[in-house]
Each structure stands twice: as C-alpha cells, then as structure tokens.
C-alpha cells in the first residue's frame, strides 16, 4: 500500500499538465485511451477533456457508482463485488478490463475507492483507493493506494496518481 501526503496536493495546472503529457505520449504511439471512474465520478475524463484536442485520443469516460452500473457498464462480476466488495483488487482488475472490453481504446485506466467524508470501515477506511491500468492484450496492473485529507483531496491524489499510472504504462 502506498502512503500519500496531502500537504503537497496537485494544483489543477498541474494535472492539466500531466493530461496534455499523457495525450502526446497517446498521440505519439498511436493509442486512445477510456477511463472508468467510480471515487473520482469522472474527473479523470474531466482532465483529460480539458486538454484541446483530445478527442484525437480519448474514446470515453465510464463513471460507474452503483454496484449495478459497475455490472452494466464494466462487466464487474456480481460475486466479485459481493465477496469482495466494490473498493478491493479483485473489482477495479474487472473494470479495467471491461472499459477496454466496451470501449475501442487500447489503454484504459479504472478508480474506485471511499473518497469520503463516510463510507470508511477498519479494514477499508477513507482513504483508501484502488487504481488499475491496463494496455489491451496486456496485463492490468494495480495499486492501493492510502490517501489523507478531505474529499476533494482524495480524489485530487487520485486523478494524480491515476495519470502518473498512464505515462508509466505508456512508456
């Protein structure tokens, strides 16, 4: 698990910055990419699309709440969420793979976690986050990720993280 500090938040140019990155490093090997985003209820895409242009590699954002939306719309197996619930390894593997599996993008990114300011358990308080990427024919790689502060720096570390995770796989 990793440990974030909130005291060095990303500031909104900051992550801007690191989407147009993230866009020219697409753009350059011929790839797109789709987001599917439970904790962060879209603000990947959000970042994404405040890049001019992106719509050259970015397919679509799926922000998918629900227990029912995650099935729907990313294919997260009932028993998976049932078992291991909505915030494990085993969820955020599922919605990687399905962003890829319902979208024509090769690179996908997915989020969940309790962002907050409720929601938290002992073995799952908030914070906590799991994030997934995966290139298509590739394997998903995830991380859990222990994130401090309010709700808004939750999800701010966590669209941070999340587009660190795509120039790492990107590369």
Same mark, same amino acid.
């Given at each position: 698990?990793?440990?974030?500090?909130?005291?060095?938040?990303?500031?909104?140019?900051?992550?801007?910055?690191?989407?147009?990155?993230?866009? =020219? @490093?697409?753009? %350059?090997?011929?790839? *797109?990419?789709?987001?599917?985003?439970?904790?962060?209820?879209?603000?990947?895409?959000?970042?994404?699309?405040?890049?001019?242009?992106?719509?050259?590699?970015?397919?679509?954002?799926?922000?998918?709440? *629900?227990?029912?939306?995650?099935?729907?719309? !990313?294919?997260? @197996?009932?028993?998976?969420?049932?078992?291991?619930?909505?915030? *494990?390894?085993?969820?955020?593997?599922?919605?990687?793979?399905?962003?890829?599996?319902?979208?024509?993008?090769? =690179?996908? =990114? %997915? =989020?969940?976690?309790?962002?907050?300011?409720?929601?938290?358990?002992?073995?799952?308080?908030?914070?906590?986050?799991?994030?997934?990427?995966? #290139? @298509?024919?590739?394997?998903?790689?995830?991380?859990?990720?222990?994130?401090?502060?309010? @709700?808004?720096?939750? #999800? #701010?570390?966590?669209?941070?993280? %999340?587009?660190?995770? !795509?120039? #790492? !796989?990107?590369?």
């Amino acid at each position: 698990m990793r440990i974030s500090d909130p005291t060095t938040l990303p500031s909104d140019d900051d992550l801007y910055a690191l989407s147009s990155t993230v866009g =020219v @490093r697409l753009t %350059a090997e011929h790839l *797109s990419l789709v987001t599917a985003e439970s904790c962060t209820g879209g603000w990947i895409a959000k970042a994404i699309t405040d890049v001019p242009g992106c719509s050259a590699w970015f397919e679509c954002g799926i922000a998918a709440y *629900s227990y029912e939306a995650k099935q729907a719309l !990313l294919g997260v @197996r009932p028993e998976i969420l049932h078992k291991q619930g909505a915030v *494990s390894e085993e969820t955020v593997l599922e919605m990687v793979s399905g962003a890829l599996i319902h979208a024509g993008a090769t =690179v996908a =990114v %997915a =989020v969940t976690g309790i962002a907050g300011p409720s929601g938290g358990t002992p073995d799952k308080p908030v914070g906590t986050v799991w994030l997934a990427w995966k #290139r @298509r024919g590739g394997y998903p790689v995830a991380e859990l990720h222990q994130f401090a502060g309010d @709700r808004d720096a939750i #999800r #701010r570390q966590t669209v941070d993280v %999340a587009l660190r995770g !795509l120039l #790492r !796989l990107i590369d």
